[in-house]
């Protein structure tokens, strides 16, 4: 008998769900530069440290990223490659949503109501 397992579409929704705080987004983005330490990304991202520290607990347990130790700091990494070209995506995405949102943002200022401009 097949074990049953989460479907993949499931697997991946929970993975998006993972990713769907800001304060991960921006963990993630500044990590794309190479490993930081903790009070580098406070700094960065000037929120709580038990805010953070949340944060880095959940993109830890999911695996994304891995801490470790150097002396009484402790210092925060991309697990793999593959989630800067994930965010990379993204970015080249929401560019391209916000271009079209954008050309419509044009067109709505180009035409002149009272004038019998297109709509």
């Not at 993975?15 to 960065?44: K, S, W």
């Not at 607990?57 to 793999?80: C, D, M, Q």
């Amino acid at each position: 008998m097949k074990a049953v397992g989460v479907p993949l579409y499931q697997a991946k929704a929970e993975f998006f769900r993972m990713l769907g705080h800001p304060v991960r987004i921006r963990v993630l983005e500044l990590l794309q530069d190479g490993p930081m330490a903790v009070r580098d990304l406070l700094a960065a991202i000037g929120i709580e440290p038990s805010s953070l520290s949340q944060q880095l607990a959940v993109l830890r347990r999911s695996g994304i990223v891995t801490a470790t130790r150097e002396g009484s700091t402790v210092v925060y990494t991309l697990a793999g490659g593959d989630v800067a070209e994930l965010l990379r995506a993204a970015r080249r995405i929401l560019t391209e949503l916000l271009a079209g949102r954008q050309d419509l943002l044009d067109q709505l200022t180009e035409s002149d109501p009272g004038a019998g401009g297109a709509r």
